[in-house]
């Protein structure tokens, strides 16, 4: 894996928030291989680096990725006060692993699980926007007025969904098979888009999530990223979010905002 910044890895590992970790460094308490760190950005191989605070060695988890195909009725989560199967009980693991991207229990397909907080924020979260895409099986056959109402957004409670990519790729299975790309990921989205614009969802497989392709991985199994994954995933995990392109409203005449005219 290559090289973090000190702060970050101090962070990761619960010794103190970032910006703590920072005064930390910057006060002199932090040893890097046995020599005081005090330049911020200071870059460390936390697989081979000693890293000491205030004289006691820190041990931080190396990054561990593992991609798994999640079968239907197995939780997308860490652990169940209920005893459900989760995701995390099909993956063993000495490192503390939880789910990036979760699905819902009747759903399958991709999940990576991490301990890696700081891509399962980049990836996961709406504002980095990343693409998730979906095989998914409805009841009957959706003609093109519900499909472009799709792709336009569908109003929910909560508010309007973003445009999405919606195609059909075939009937089969006892309905109409259909890929939908997005780039946000609120609570049963797609079945609830479907079910506004009346259809019922059969089966729903994601598929891919940003770089990262379910393949040919059969319910239930896992694996390690691939070295070109693994590239992907450090790009992502450097990336600030988007921003959010916002609209100027118009002032009424005479250059007073709405707000000022309200109070005249």
Known sequence: MPEE???KVLAHAGVASRRKAEEMISAGRVKVNGEVVTML???VDVEHDVIQVDGCTVRPEAPVYVLLHKPRGVLSAASDARGRVTVVDLVPHRARLYPVGRLDLDSEGLVLLTNDGALALR????RYEHEK??????AGQPDEEA???LRRGIGLEGGR???AQVGVEGRGGGGTWLRIVLREGRKRQIRRMLEAVGYEVLRLIRVRMGPLQLGRLKPGE???LTPAELRAIRAIREEPPLRRRTGTRRRPAGGR???QEQER
């Open 147 to 149: 499909l472009d109402r």
């Open 5 to 7: 910044r000190l702060q």
């Open 257 to 259: 905002s709405r707000k």
């Open 123 to 126: 990836l996961a979260h709406p």
């Open 41 to 43: 950005g200071t870059r």
């Open 133 to 138: 895409e979906y095989r998914v099986l409805v």
């Open 222 to 224: 896992h694996r390690e």
């Open 161 to 163: 969904t973003r445009p």
